[in-house]
């Protein structure tokens, strides 16, 4: 099972909208609808930001967005901010017939 | 709340024995799978397995299986993994994480970053 592709880095302007994008197979990011995004600042642990596909857990702002179409799933975040900007990775289920998950590369966010 | 809580930096040469620990605290410690997840250095998340304290049953990701092997004590709500030979290549930082629902990592501990090292 390959890493799913996700851009090494996108950058955008406070205040502005990014999408990260994340291309699977249809083993995995299109043959289910358990896609998660993770946060990771430096030198800390990632930090679940959207799970199954663009459901946001308590606590994570609005500003964070997922969808998904085809083999293809995608974070925006809009009203860019300081604060955001970190490594993003996504993650799907892929198991068949036994429990299995891939992450994506990851993305570097840059905010200008 | 819940806590996931790994065991220090640890530093080791090639060919020795290595065993991480992660505390799980706030939580029904055996209703959850706790997965690893490996972060070589400036890389990306790589899932390498899961196991279910409740029964101890095992998953590994195929690149890993053979490789560590995950265990877990309930009745100290810690979960560990190992190596039996470290090899230069094991040097990454290791993530346990909480397994909510069978899909979704949704709490992760800190880290324990392992560095092997002649």
């Known amino acids: 099972q390959s890493a799913l592709t996700q851009p090494r880095s996108v950058s955008g302007s406070p205040g502005q909208s990014v999408t990260i994008s994340c291309t699977g197979t249809?083993?995995?990011?299109?043959?289910?609808?358990?896609v998660s995004w993770y946060q990771q600042h430096p030198g800390k642990a990632p930090k679940l930001m959207i799970y199954?596909?663009?459901k946001r857990p308590s606590g994570v702002p609005d500003r964070f967005s997922g969808s998904k179409s085809g083999n293809t799933a995608s974070l925006t975040i809009s009203g860019l901010q300081a604060e955001d900007e970190a490594d993003y990775y996504c993650c799907s289920y892929a198991g068949s017939y036994t429990f299995y998950w891939v992450f994506g590369g990851g993305t570097k966010l840059t905010v200008l | 709340e819940v806590q996931l809580v790994q065991s220090g930096a640890e530093v080791k040469k090639p060919g020795e024995s290595l065993k991480i620990s992660c505390k799980g605290s706030g939580y029904s410690f055996t209703s959850y799978w706790i997965g690893w997840v490996r972060q070589m250095p400036g890389k990306g998340l790589e899932w390498m397995g899961i196991?279910?304290?409740?029964?101890?049953?095992?998953r590994y990701s195929p690149s890993f299986q053979g490789q560590v092997t995950i265990s877990a004590d309930k009745s100290i709500s810690t979960a560990y993994l190992q190596w039996s030979s470290l090899k230069a290549s094991d040097t990454a930082m290791y993530y346990c994480?909480?397994?909510?629902?069978?899909?979704?990592?949704?709490?992760w501990g800190q880290g324990t970053l392992v560095t092997v090292s002649s």
């Open positions: 196991i279910y304290p409740g029964d101890s049953d095992t």
């Open positions: 199954d596909v663009s």
């Open positions: 994480a909480r397994l909510y629902s069978s899909r979704i990592f949704d709490y």
């Open positions: 249809s083993s995995d990011v299109g043959g289910y609808n358990y």
